[in-house]
């Protein structure tokens, strides 16, 4: 079965310290992945995206992410981070072609920045 | 103008009550889609648009009604609700590049309270 998976539903850190949110997925073909942040009260922003090409893809605000495919992985990195990210995070995977354009989301990963 | 726009921000509507939440993007995306997120939790599907027309209904009860009156506005009309149905409705579009859908695009949501 199609699915994803954030291990960690609630993470604590320092300001300026390092930041990593795990996402594992299951799927059939070639995944299609993406990070959205969400502020609270907020929509959802996408953070960054993996198509195909480089393994490393950077995003906005410092934000990085790996695909390992022998890991079925794509872990979410920040090497500092700020009081102002502080929000939910949602990992999805979807194909994005034909018909069926529905992203499978994880449940979530929440992040409270400590002063 | 790369943003989705939803009206209203907050709605609040007694269970007899019609009422109707709109959605405008003018990215050119031509792949729209209703989302429903309840507090804490990923966004879950509920209708998608493509080229105007309703591609994908996830089983939604009939007393929500998805319009497309354009490439550009998405409505979801809302009669009869219950109070479970009160949540954050997200709308979002994706560019659509020869059948090959792009990440969507979120709005910041109408906020609902059914009583």
């Known amino acids: 079965a199609q699915s994803v998976t954030q291990p960690d539903i609630h993470i604590t850190v320092s300001e300026g310290a390092s930041l990593e949110l795990r996402c594992n997925y299951s799927?059939?073909?070639?995944?299609?992945l993406f990070w959205y942040v969400q502020s609270p009260g907020q929509g959802l922003q996408l953070l960054l995206k993996?198509?195909?090409?480089d393994t490393l893809v950077q995003g906005i605000k410092g934000f990085e992410a790996e695909f390992k495919r022998s890991q079925s992985s794509f872990n979410l990195r920040k090497p500092s981070v700020h009081w102002s990210d502080a929000a939910e995070y949602f990992c999805?995977?979807?194909?994005?072609?034909?018909?069926?354009?529905?992203?499978?989301w994880g449940l979530g990963t929440s992040l409270a920045v400590n002063p | 103008d790369t943003e989705v726009t939803q009206t209203p921000k907050h709605l609040v509507m007694g269970m007899t009550n019609k009422k109707s939440l709109k959605c405008e993007q003018h990215?050119?995306?031509?792949?729209m889609y209703w989302y429903k997120q309840k507090a804490k939790k990923p966004p879950e599907l509920m209708f998608v648009?493509?080229?105007?027309?309703?591609?994908i209904n996830e089983s939604v009860p009939s007393r929500f009604s998805p319009e497309c009156p354009n490439s550009s506005l998405l409505n979801l009309h809302l009669h009869a609700l219950q109070p479970e149905d009160s949540a954050l409705y997200l709308c979002?579009?994706?560019?659509?590049?020869?059948?090959?859908?792009?990440?969507?695009?979120f709005g910041p949501g109408t906020r609902l309270l059914v009583l």
């Open positions: 999805a995977v979807g194909p994005l072609t034909g018909n069926n354009r529905k992203l499978i």
């Open positions: 979002a579009s994706s560019q659509v590049d020869m059948g090959f859908v792009r990440d969507p695009y």
């Open positions: 990215m050119g995306h031509r792949a």
């Open positions: 648009y493509s080229y105007e027309k309703l591609s």
């Open positions: 799927y059939g073909a070639t995944p299609y």
């Open positions: 993996y198509f195909s090409g």
